[in-house]
């Protein structure tokens, strides 16, 4: 509300805010308005670069897993944490932790508000890796990309694996109040 607005001329008297639409009536015909939004908006997308689920190959490092855009409008973000989800499987069943075993390491890349490209890494356990300690920054009205690769393990049938499945991620923003995404 207007009530929770304090402002100043360039003469430090106090203006009284107040809500509606602001009128041009002025007395130099001057036509300035200043537009406060409560808070901006951060938006995710799959990258069109994302590399397409497809045989992995045994003891392979780096191999692209996951490209996702994001666009953040009318402030800039900080994302701290994601959680990334192995989808080759249902989450906490037999089978994710026999997807979770075809992964060594999974590593994110970013820019951080400097522009220097980080790295943060994270292990799957039961189909999720939550991945914290990130300074991934996003500025206001542009879209950054975070980048997912993954370490695989040994494929090998000779090595008692019986099954491998076709590796895919995504990331789990969860509903409201959850903790699986900071930003």
């Known amino acids: 509300p207007a009530a929770n607005v304090t402002s100043q001329d360039a003469d430090s008297n106090s203006i009284t805010a107040t809500a509606g639409t602001p009128s041009p009536s002025n007395t130099d015909g001057a036509s ?44 800039s973000y900080l994302v701290k944490k994601v959680r990334v989800v192995n ?10 932790a ?10 994110l ?6 522009g220097t490209t980080a790295t943060a ?13 990130l300074d991934f920054y996003i500025g206001n009205d542009k879209t950054e990309v975070l980048s997912l ?6 494929l090998n049938v000779a090595t008692g694996r019986t099954a491998v499945e076709t590796p895919r991620f995504g990331l789990d923003f969860g509903i409201t109040g959850d903790t699986n995404f900071e930003a």
């Open 109 to 114: 890349s970013y820019k951080k508000q400097d």
């Open 149 to 154: 690769t993954a370490d695989m393990a040994d």
């Open 87 to 96: 989808t080759s499987a249902t989450t906490g069943t037999a089978d994710s």
């Open 32 to 75: 300035n308005f200043l537009t406060i939004n409560s808070s901006g908006t951060l938006t995710v997308a799959l990258d069109g670069d994302t590399a397409l689920p497809s045989l992995a190959v045994s003891n392979a490092m780096g191999v692209p897993m996951l490209r996702t855009k994001f666009t953040a409008a009318r402030e």
């Open 121 to 133: 890494t994270g292990i799957l356990t039961n189909g999720i890796a939550d991945i914290s300690g």
């Open 98 to 107: 026999s997807a979770d075993d075809m992964v060594g390491t999974l590593k």
